[in-house]
């Protein structure tokens, strides 16, 4: 296995095209359908944007720390590797730059467009130009890996879309944590945005989280811990008005002087109430003798869930595994407070490959960590997803796929090397509620598609799994937009 050591990005050639459709109801007036009947028409779709997450900064760039406390980042490998897969025959066109700065067109390098040399200390944006009214089909992924110091980790981190509602589940306040928010704003006009901070007590007063206006092209770090002192578990709410943003969670931790992992949390999906949160590797438990290995799943993995509602939520976690449906032992009809953050461990589970999926009476949303080793620890932040029939990952340097599907689905695995060749194409029957694993077999890019909506994340583990990160693939952005065309009284 190996990880990328130079900043950059790839387009993939290849012919694939997928659809969802999405309705919207316009009134036109002097276009009134026969007989008073409405109708629908075909709008094209835009511009496929992502915003990439820069490689991590230290917290004393952020705040003065006396050298003899300043954190050490020891000798770090950064890649940035992004895809635009063409549709019909043809790809739209791409290019990447740093947010706020000049962009370039991906280059023709063989089969593949390449880009390198960027600003790896901050955001950096994708766009991909549709392809006729069919939108461009993209994955981006940062990756960031140091394997001593206090950063000790490995971190793969999805390109994300913008959006005006954004969800993130991780991070603490708590003292030895830090969780810095990064919020970028990629489009032309200003956003105004506003934080809402959720933790075990409830939510929690951050009247500085208010109102905060993103020139465009501009992003901005806050440090949660400022604003959420000593909450162990937190969540937050991202909403914006004006151009729609994106938003990440940097977030490391170390215990004294051992380094306990460092991961970017990226968005969850709204909260409802069916979750699934994809690739969920589970090894031998954590022994606290400490005869366990450095790859075992330690005491802190767990699945975090926020209850936004005011009223009480019931939830039941179930493990989705090779097999089907597993059980988790005090994990069914667990009550959460209004307005609550909870954790439901994953500690001392079978060993296997596994997707959870959370079930609840009012509408929550979630995410996963999952920690590894003793002493010295590595962890990975996995997001709730929304279920895709076409989905794709920059995935250079990762295991495995772990595909599950949420009903039984014909799934094809297309993947292809870092030079634009074809390395196979594999086709599973994945049956209802089940999890399966596939080799990437050293794959640069991949793309994955099904007859019904599945989920998927790359799993990337170095150093004896000792290092673990867990990446969600990208779903297809394309939306075949209608608008509804009716008669005006």
Do not use: K
């Not at 276009?31 to 496929?48: D, I």
């Not at 490995?154 to 003292?175: F, Y």
């Not at 400022?226 to 909450?231: E, L, R, T, Y």
């Not at 959370?358 to 997803?385: C, H, K, M, N, Y």
């Amino acid at each position: 296995m190996r990880i990328l050591r130079t900043l950059s990005a790839l387009a993939l050639v290849g012919a694939m095209a997928g659809l969802a459709a999405v309705g919207d109801q316009v009134s036109v007036p002097g276009q009134v359908p026969a007989e008073g009947l409405s109708h629908t028409v075909q709008v094209p779709a835009g511009l496929t944007t992502l915003v990439c997450a820069a490689a991590p900064e230290l917290s004393d760039a952020v705040i003065d720390v006396d050298d003899e406390f300043a954190q050490e980042i020891g000798d770090a490998v950064t890649a940035l590797n992004a895809f635009s897969f063409p549709r019909t025959g043809a790809s739209g066109a791409a290019t990447l730059g740093v947010l706020g700065g000049a962009a370039a067109e991906l280059r023709d390098a063989g089969e593949l467009h390449e880009f390198s040399e960027l600003n790896e200390q901050a955001p950096t944006v994708l766009t991909v130009q549709p392809v006729g009214d069919i939108a461009g089909l993209a994955a981006g992924t940062s990756i960031f890996r140091v394997d001593a110091g206090d950063l000790r980790s490995i971190s793969a981190a999805p390109c994300v879309s913008p959006s005006s509602d954004l969800w993130l589940v991780g991070g603490s306040g708590e003292i030895g944590h830090t969780a810095t928010l990064t919020l970028a704003n990629p489009g032309r006009t200003p956003a105004t945005v506003d934080v809402e901070l959720f933790g075990p007590l409830g939510a929690i007063d951050a009247p500085l989280l208010q109102g905060i206006v993103l020139a465009p092209g501009t992003s901005t770090d806050l440090l949660l811990g400022s604003h959420a002192a000593d909450v162990a578990s937190l969540a937050a709410h991202v909403t914006s008005s004006g151009a729609g943003i994106t938003a990440t969670i940097a977030y490391s931790q170390i215990d004294g002087f051992t380094p306990q992992g460092f991961d970017i949390v990226t968005p969850s999906v709204a909260p409802t109430t069916s979750l699934l949160i994809p690739a969920i590797p589970l090894t031998e438990a954590f022994t606290a003798g400490g005869g366990a290995s450095p790859s075992a799943t330690a005491e802190g993995s767990a699945v975090r869930i926020v209850n936004p509602s005011e009223e009480s939520a019931f939830v039941t976690v179930t493990l989705l595994g090779d097999s089907g449906p597993v059980a988790i032992s005090g994990a069914t009809n667990v009550e959460i407070s209004p307005s609550a953050v909870f954790e439901v461990s994953l500690a001392g589970l079978p060993p296997g490959d596994y997707a959870l999926q959370i079930d609840s009476d009012v509408a929550v949303t979630a995410g996963a960590v999952l920690s590894r080793g003793s002493g010295e620890r590595d962890q990975s932040w996995v997001p709730a997803v929304s279920g895709n029939a076409l989905a794709t990952g920059a995935v250079a340097g990762a295991d495995r796929l772990l595909v599950t599907a949420p009903e039984a689905a014909t799934v094809t695995v297309t993947r292809w090397d870092d030079e634009g060749t074809l390395l196979g194409e594999e086709t599973l029957e994945i049956a209802v509620a089940t999890t399966v694993a596939v080799d990437l077999d050293e794959a640069a890019a991949v793309l994955v598609a099904s007859s019904a909506p599945v989920i998927s994340g790359a799993v990337y583990e170095v150093l004896d799994g000792a290092l673990l990160s867990i990446m969600p693939l990208t779903p297809d952005a394309n939306e075949s937009h209608t608008v509804t065309i009716r008669p005006i009284n």
